[in-house]
């Protein structure tokens, strides 16, 4: 009986640890080095845990349009920053500053979202959960 009790106790510590990796394994999709600001205008908006996510369409250099991942802090963190599905709207232009995507990847972790018209969303809080 003992064994069969350390090895859920086992199985569930693992489950655990994998889930924890999982979700913070932000330097994965982000180079903690690379910083950048990126504009453009909402696409889509997915208000959803574990992290809220917009997606822009963001004019290139060469005036091609690519599709930007702008991932925020989870629905618990964003409300408590008086943010609300409705703040940021499809068709809203927004200019996102934060840590840019390994290996070229059109994503952003977004540490300021500020609207067209200079209203501030999220400024440099800490990203904390």
Known sequence: MKTRVRLACLAAGAMV????HAHHAI???????????VEGVVEEVFWANP????????TAEDGSTETWDM????????TRRGISRDTVKVGDRIEITGTLGRD?????????IVKADGT???????YGE
């Not at 640890?17 to 924890?20: D, I, K, L, N």
């Not at 330097?27 to 600001?37: E, P, Q």
């Not at 991932?71 to 964003?78: K, T």
């Open 17 to 20: 640890v994998a889930a924890a």
């Open 27 to 37: 330097s994965l999709n982000y180079d903690s080095d690379l910083t950048g600001t």
């Open 51 to 58: 992290h809220v996510h917009y997606y822009l369409s963001v």
């Open 71 to 78: 991932e925020a802090p989870n629905i618990r963190v964003m």
């Open 104 to 112: 070229g990847a059109k994503r952003i972790l977004a540490t300021t």
């Open 120 to 126: 501030v969303v999220m400024g440099d809080e800490e």
